[in-house]
């Protein structure tokens, strides 16, 4: 039998038709490299923004009002520890190491969520991060579920599922606060006021600035568009805002009863662009933990490995 071998273009053409037809992409399928480059670069920043995401709620766990309260916040930090496991991994699965993907984060060649440079300074802002940002992930997350490459697409099933048991706690923190005493109403408006404007940057530029949309929409990594999932998340939100008895700090807010949207005021697009070129108000100190963390932790990596390469040495013996 005579074997035929694809050129570039043949390859790309099969490629593209695969993609078109919803087959998933898994680690050994040919791919272009500038597919290959994207996911590592979205998939990795993901995994970052599930680590980096850590210490915002880490903060409130010696300080959680309730044991019942504690539990749930260590369970909900340790989960995204996990996440950003499974994305890790799922990431390596490109051709790209652990250590590399770390590198670049240290090195502030990766980004992670722009959310997590703002501080969590009251209990509220507990239930608000879980309740907004927890939902807003969910949004994005639920579309990369029918991503095109196997591994994100299968760890975003497990991701989503722990993610709603976030944002319903998250929620549900809130609601006993806004139905609390006066004081406790109003930690929570002021949460909300702090939060909203940061987590509605968390969906990226408008379509029409975003640089990476278009590859992404046509390989069909991104399923639906950074315009399409923030209105999503508005649409969804408002009504859990209006029962909680709280407002959101946007003047121009209104229900559109010919577009069957919320039309909402627009994003201060300065602050994003100082928040993910490394100028928020946390940056310094998000990268400088999770440096010194690492270095700390590099003994057990040495450990693990040392103890790795005495066992092969003596299998091999
Ligand atoms: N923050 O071309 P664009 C969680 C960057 S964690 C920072 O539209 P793309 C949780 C973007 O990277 C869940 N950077 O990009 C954890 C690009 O720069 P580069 C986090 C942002 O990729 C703990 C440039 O701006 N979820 O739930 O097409 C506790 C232009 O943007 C942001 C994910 O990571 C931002 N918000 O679309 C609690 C979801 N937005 O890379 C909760 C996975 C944009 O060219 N990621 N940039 O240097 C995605 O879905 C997409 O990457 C985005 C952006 C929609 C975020």
């Known amino acids: 039998m005579t074997k035929f071998k694809l050129n570039q273009a043949e390859l790309e053409t099969a490629f593209q038709a695969r993609i078109d037809s919803e087959q998933k992409i898994e680690p050994k399928d040919w791919m272009p490299e500038g597919y290959r480059k994207n996911l590592i670069r979205q998939m990795s920043q993901h995994a970052h923004s599930e680590v980096i995401g850590m210490q915002p709620e880490g903060n409130w766990i010696l300080r959680a009002p309730t044991l019942r309260r504690k539990i749930v916040l260590l369970a909900k930090v340790q989960d995204e520890g996990g996440h950003g496991l499974y994305l ?34 009251t209990w509220a802002d507990i239930g608000t991060i879980g309740w907004l940002v927890d939902g807003a992930a969910i949004v994005n997350q639920i579309s990369l579920q029918r991503t095109s490459y ?46 909203w404007w940061p987590v509605l940057m968390m969906f990226g530029p408008h379509d029409s600035e975003s640089a990476n949309s278009a590859k992404s929409m046509k390989w069909k990594i991104k399923r639906k568009s ?16 209006e029962f909680l008895g709280l407002t959101v700090p946007d003047p121009d807010l209104k229900w559109n009863e010919a577009r069957g949207h919320y039309d909402f005021g627009e994003i201060d697009w300065a602050e994003f662009e100082r928040v993910i070129s490394g100028n928020g108000p946390c940056n310094r100190q998000r990268l400088e933990l999770h440096q010194r963390v690492d270095r ?5 990596r040495d450990a693990l490995s040392a103890y790795e390469s005495k066992k092969r040495a003596r299998k091999a013996a």
């Open 150 to 195: 196997g591994p994100y697409a299968r760890s975003m099933v497990r991701i989503c599922k722990e993610e709603s048991f976030h944002q319903r706690q998250g929620y549900e923190a809130l609601m006993v606060m806004a139905q609390g005493s006066s004081e406790q109403k109003q930690m929570a408006q002021d949460s909300l006021n702090r939060w």
């Open 226 to 241: 950074n315009d399409e999932l923030r209105q999503a998340f508005i649409d969804q939100t408002i009504p859990q805002v």
């Open 88 to 121: 890790y991994s799922a990431t390596e699965t490109l051709g790209i190491t652990r250590e590399e993907l770390i590198d670049a984060l240290h090195e502030g060649r990766a980004k992670y969520a722009s959310i997590f440079n703002y501080p969590s300074l």
């Open 296 to 300: 700390e932790g590099q003994w057990v």
